[in-house]
């Protein structure tokens, strides 16, 4: 496994060893010793999302203060334009962002630490996306921050508006993002 630094140095972009022939591919998505020793990081997975979002769809930026999720990121259908924003007080990188394309092509993962607030645009037709965290989704925790806000300086590829969930939609600002 071929570990890729990034804008936030928690965040790391892993590129699996793939085998292939003339009847296709075969790679581990996740062998907890092979990614423990190539990026320093030991963590217990707890549970694997899966979901499938059409052209435009714009998921995040989520995050939980109580019980953060860290995750592991991978595209299994289509293409992704993927975000990780460091919501940390007190971080030296506080309010800077990672971002990077993740398709079922170039077989890239991502691991997003907890702490840090998450979300992708489809830019495909469609997209199915499975992650892994740390800990166990709490709806009653999960907050938003605002896509678009100016002070995160995401450049999306979007040129209309994306589509987004009610929740989205009234997203916080990074500047109230961290109240309890």
Same mark, same amino acid.
């Given at each position: 496994? /071929? +570990?890729?630094?990034?804008?936030?140095?928690? !965040?790391?972009?892993?590129?699996?060893?793939?085998? @292939? =022939?003339? &009847?296709?591919?075969?790679?581990?998505?996740?062998?907890?010793?092979?990614?423990?020793?190539?990026?320093?990081?030991?963590?217990?997975? !707890?549970?694997? /999302? #899966?979901? &499938?979002?059409?052209?435009?769809?714009?998921?995040?930026?989520?995050?939980?203060?109580? #019980?953060?999720? $860290?995750?592991?990121?991978?595209?299994?259908? $289509?293409?992704?334009?993927? +975000?990780?924003? =460091?919501? &940390?007080?007190?971080?030296?990188?506080? $309010? #800077?962002?990672?971002?990077?394309?993740?398709?079922? %092509? /170039? *077989?890239?993962?991502?691991?997003?630490?907890? $702490?840090?607030?998450?979300?992708?645009?489809?830019?495909?037709?469609?997209?199915?996306?499975?992650?892994?965290?740390?800990?166990?989704?709490?709806?009653?925790?999960? &907050?938003?921050?605002?896509? /678009? %806000?100016?002070?995160? *300086?995401?450049?999306?590829?979007? =040129?209309?508006?994306?589509?987004?969930?009610?929740? %989205?939609?009234? @997203?916080?600002?990074?500047? %109230?993002?961290?109240? !309890?």
């Amino acid at each position: 496994m /071929n +570990v890729v630094k990034t804008a936030l140095p928690d !965040v790391l972009i892993l590129e699996p060893k793939l085998f @292939g =022939d003339e &009847r296709g591919f075969f790679f581990e998505s996740f062998n907890r010793r092979t990614f423990s020793e190539a990026s320093g990081v030991d963590v217990e997975f !707890v549970q694997d /999302n #899966h979901s &499938r979002s059409a052209r435009g769809v714009l998921r995040g930026l989520h995050y939980q203060l109580q #019980h953060p999720q $860290g995750k592991l990121i991978r595209v299994v259908a $289509g293409e992704i334009f993927d +975000v990780a924003v =460091d919501i &940390r007080e007190g971080s030296p990188t506080f $309010g #800077h962002h990672a971002a990077f394309r993740l398709s079922s %092509d /170039n *077989k890239r993962m991502v691991w997003v630490p907890p $702490g840090l607030a998450h979300g992708f645009l489809v830019i495909s037709d469609h997209a199915e996306v499975l992650y892994k965290t740390t800990d166990y989704w709490h709806p009653e925790f999960e &907050r938003s921050l605002a896509w /678009n %806000d100016p002070a995160l *300086k995401i450049a999306w590829p979007v =040129d209309v508006e994306p589509l987004l969930s009610a929740k %989205d939609k009234v @997203g916080q600002l990074l500047s %109230d993002a961290c109240r !309890v």
